[in-house]
């Protein structure tokens, strides 16, 4: 069972090197209610966390423990963090839906 697991995420790993696959991979787990840290956690750790710090120069580290629940990214960090993926952490409204 572990392997279809290793398959899954060397797959994902792959696919996450195509910008646009990233982009709608963060976009639509966003969308679904998971929490940012955790769509990045994701991302970054199929991604490779070597990998992924050397490309966003930051320690490996420092990587970890910032996708970690238990700590409170910065804005700035969060944003380094969606560089490589064209993306950024932006504020916009909320849709409102009438109750009939």
């Given at each position: 069972?572990?392997?279809?697991?290793?398959?899954?995420?060397?797959g994902?790993?792959?696919?996450?090197?195509?910008?646009e696959?990233?982009?709608?991979?963060?976009?639509?787990?966003?969308?679904?209610?998971?929490p940012?840290?955790?769509?990045?956690?994701?991302?970054?750790?199929?991604?490779?966390?070597?990998?992924?710090?050397a490309?966003?120069?930051?320690?490996?580290s420092?990587?970890?423990?910032?996708?970690?629940?238990?700590?409170?990214?910065?804005?700035?960090?969060?944003n380094?963090?969606l560089k490589?993926?064209?993306?950024?952490v932006?504020?916009?409204?909320?849709?409102?839906?009438?109750?009939?």
């Amino acid at each position: 069972m572990s392997r279809r697991s290793t398959d899954w995420n060397n797959g994902l790993a792959k696919d996450l090197k195509n910008l646009e696959f990233a982009q709608q991979f963060i976009q639509a787990s966003l969308e679904e209610g998971i929490p940012l840290q955790a769509v990045l956690g994701k991302v970054i750790r199929a991604y490779g966390v070597k990998e992924f710090a050397a490309k966003v120069k930051l320690p490996s580290s420092n990587l970890v423990r910032t996708i970690s629940p238990q700590y409170n990214p910065t804005l700035d960090t969060l944003n380094r963090l969606l560089k490589p993926f064209a993306l950024k952490v932006t504020v916009g409204p909320v849709s409102r839906r009438r109750v009939a």
